[in-house]
C-alpha cells in the first residue's frame, strides 16, 4: 500500500545525543518536506527536497540537516540535541502527477530533549 | 511578510448545522489553495483545493470559496457531524511550489 512512513513516533532523548528521525514513502514522489510543528501553532517548512541529491532549507532556520540519496527516503539529523529541538517533526511528500499536487504527511515524530 | 490568519479561537457547532471556517491572507499571491484536516498527534490529511481563477469547489458536505480580491476563502462543512471535529488548516502554495500554513482553526461538533 502506498504511504508514507515516520519513525520513531515518539522519542525522549538527552541534552546532546545525535538523533536521526526517518522518513520513507512509498509513492515515488519526488518532492519531499519536512516541517516543525509546536502544539497549537502552524506548520514550519524547515527542510524541502525535490529529487536525489537536492536539499534546500525552508523558511525556518534549523540546525538539523537532511540527506536524500535514494527517491523514497529522507531522514532528518540533528548532530546534538538540545531542548529548545523539541516539537512534533513532520514528512511529507508530493508530485505523484495528480491533478491536486497534494502533500501527503506523515504520523510524525514527537521528540522531547530533556 | 506573507502571512495567513484563521479563526484564532476554537469554534463550536451543533451537529447538524453548517460550520464555516475562514481564512484570510496578506502579502501573497497564490496560485492555489488547499485546506486540510488534522487530528491530534497525526499529520494533516489533504481535504480540498481551490485554484486562483475558481470561485467555489464542492465535495461531499464539503464547499470551500476563494476570493482573490478580499484575499479570503470560506471553508463550509454542511450537515456536520461529531465525527467532523479537528483541526482544519488552510494552505496557500505559490508558483514556486512552496506551501504556507495557517495555525488552524479547532472545530468542535456538539452532538
Known amino acids: 500500500e502506498a504511504d508514507i512512513y515516520q519513525t520513531p513516533r515518539y522519542l525522549v532523548i538527552g541534552t546532546g545525543k545525535k538523533i536521526t528521525l526517518e522518513c520513507s514513502q512509498t509513492?515515488?514522489?519526488?518532492?519531499m518536506y519536512w516541517y516543525q510543528q509546536d502544539p497549537g501553532m502552524e506548520l514550519h517548512l524547515i527542510h524541502y527536497s525535490y529529487g536525489v541529491n537536492s536539499t534546500e532549507k525552508g523558511d525556518l532556520s534549523s540546525e538539523s540537516t537532511v540527506s536524500r540519496i535514494r527517491t523514497e527516503h529522507f531522514p532528518l539529523t540533528l548532530e546534538s540535541a538540545r531542548p529548545s529541538h523539541t516539537s512534533q517533526y513532520l514528512c511529507?511528500?508530493?508530485?505523484?502527477?495528480?491533478?491536486?499536487?497534494?502533500?501527503?504527511f506523515g504520523p510524525g515524530t514527537r521528540l522531547t530533549v530533556l | 511578510s506573507q502571512k495567513i490568519e484563521q479563526n484564532s479561537e476554537a469554534l463550536n457547532i451543533q451537529e447538524g448545522k453548517t460550520a464555516t471556517l475562514t481564512c484570510n491572507y496578506t502579502?501573497?499571491?497564490?496560485?492555489?489553495l488547499q485546506w486540510y484536516r488534522q487530528d491530534p498527534g497525526r499529520g494533516p490529511v489533504f481535504l480540498l483545493l481551490?485554484?486562483?481563477?475558481?470561485k467555489e469547489k464542492r465535495k461531499e458536505r464539503l464547499k470551500v470559496t476563494f476570493d482573490t480580491t478580499l484575499k479570503q476563502s470560506l471553508f463550509h462543512i454542511t450537515a456536520s457531524q461529531p465525527a467532523d471535529s479537528a483541526t482544519y488548516l488552510c494552505a496557500l502554495r505559490g508558483r514556486d511550489d512552496k506551501i504556507i500554513f495557517g495555525k488552524g482553526t479547532r472545530l468542535h461538533i456538539l452532538p
Open positions: 502579502n501573497y499571491s497564490p496560485a492555489y
Open positions: 509513492m515515488g514522489h519526488d518532492k
Open positions: 481551490i485554484r486562483e481563477n475558481e
Open positions: 511529507a511528500s508530493s508530485g505523484g502527477g495528480g491533478p491536486y499536487n497534494e502533500q501527503f
